[in-house]
């Protein structure tokens, strides 16, 4: 398996735009996360997919991000409109739910650049 | 709720000395603990996880960790650092509500050094 699949690896924007950040999971996976990445916040948690339902979803930061997960290997994370603080890197990562040691798998991420 | 902690920013290391990477935590109930290490430019891979069982465990690239009940600690060890070791490492537990879901630490650096 060619493991989590994100796309771009790099995205620069002005201000205003908006964004998709893609994400391919590993087949066979049925839970999806994204994360977020910065120096000052570290790496936080922004919504979490089981059986492409949202199940929490508390940490988008508001109104102007959302996520969607139309099929076991396809998410999207939309921001609208984007703005200078969403500069971060964003990580999905895929597991296999139904133990309590299940692992996370992440991708190499998206670099975002907000001008 | 639960929660983890790395208490050092960043751990300097000679090649080929012991090293050491804290972690405690916090949580009602079992403690399903995980360590990731992030290489620059990359994302989290796993490295090794304690569900139950033998209180030392083995992960990948030589790495352990020990997981101290009494002390809430799940320290992350290597008997003998590479520089190649260098990167960030995460300490993370699962949530006890169920799924998946981690709570990561804020991320420790290790600087091996020649």
């Known amino acids: 398996d060619a493991g989590v699949i994100q796309s771009p690896r790099h995205e620069v924007t002005e201000m205003g735009q908006e964004v998709t950040l893609r994400c391919k999971p590993i087949?066979?996976?049925?839970?999806l996360f994204w994360y977020r990445q910065t120096m000052m916040r570290g790496l936080e948690l922004l919504i979490y997919?089981?059986?492409?339902?949202?199940?929490?979803d508390s940490g988008m930061p508001e109104d102007r991000f959302s996520a969607k997960m139309p099929n076991a290997s396809f998410s999207t994370l939309k921001i609208q409109p984007s703005e200078p603080r969403d500069s971060a890197v964003y990580f999905c990562?895929?597991?296999?739910?139904?133990?309590?040691?299940?692992?996370?798998?992440f991708g190499a991420g998206t670099r975002l650049s907000v001008l | 709720a639960q929660s983890v902690a790395q208490p050092e920013d960043q751990v300097n290391v000679a090649e080929g000395n012991p090293l050491t990477v804290k972690c405690t935590y916090s949580?009602?109930?079992?403690?399903?603990l995980f360590w990731y290490v992030q290489y620059p430019n990359r994302g989290l891979q796993f490295l090794l996880k304690y569900i139950t069982g033998d209180n030392l465990v083995k992960g990948s690239y030589g790495f352990e960790a020990e997981f101290n009940k009494s002390q809430t600690s799940f320290h992350l060890k290597k008997p003998s650092a590479l520089v190649s070791d260098s990167a960030l490492y995460f300490c993370a537990v699962r949530d006890t509500g169920g799924g998946n879901k981690l709570t990561f630490g804020t991320g420790t650096q290790l600087k091996v050094e020649l």
């Open positions: 997919f089981n059986n492409n339902v949202p199940i929490d």
């Open positions: 087949s066979g996976h049925n839970s």
């Open positions: 990562a895929s597991s296999l739910d139904g133990g309590v040691g299940n692992i996370q798998y």
């Open positions: 949580v009602s109930g079992n403690p399903y």
